[in-house]
């Protein structure tokens, strides 16, 4: 198995910045997407960023220009990054890793989940 494990979250003013990372424990095969959402207590877990290793990267819309994902290491077995500037009250929430692939040829394409890191924007 693989565990993701998210860290650089806190308590940081308005108008601030932090840089989350997500460490993944094992290689790959092969990763098809590498994303992060954030959920509030009490509401659905909201997609933020992803980065397709074929294909272009996407944000939700209230974070364009503000967030950025990126990786480090290699395509199979990065760290992922989400460097978050100018951060608001509403940017609060647990932050979770996803990493879709394969982790072994004959495994099938999987989901795999970090347990999250609380970021919390407050004066």
């Known amino acids: 198995q693989v565990q993701l494990v998210e860290s650089g979250g806190g308590l940081v003013q308005p108008g601030g910045s932090l840089r989350l990372s997500c460490t993944v424990s094992?290689?790959?095969?092969?990763?098809?997407?590498l994303a992060w959402y954030r959920q509030v207590p009490g509401k659905q877990r909201e997609f933020i960023a992803i980065?397709?290793?074929?294909?272009?990267?996407?944000?939700t819309e209230s974070v364009k220009g503000r967030f950025t994902i990126s990786i480090s290491g290699n395509n199979f077995k990065p760290t992922v990054l989400l460097q978050m500037n100018s951060l608001k009250p509403e940017d609060t929430a647990v932050y979770y890793c996803n990493v879709e692939g394969w982790l072994e040829e004959w495994t099938g394409r999987q989901n795999y989940w970090g347990e999250g890191t609380l970021v919390a924007v407050s004066s």
């Open positions: 094992r290689g790959f095969f092969s990763i098809a997407t």
């Open positions: 980065l397709d290793t074929l294909g272009p990267i996407n944000y």
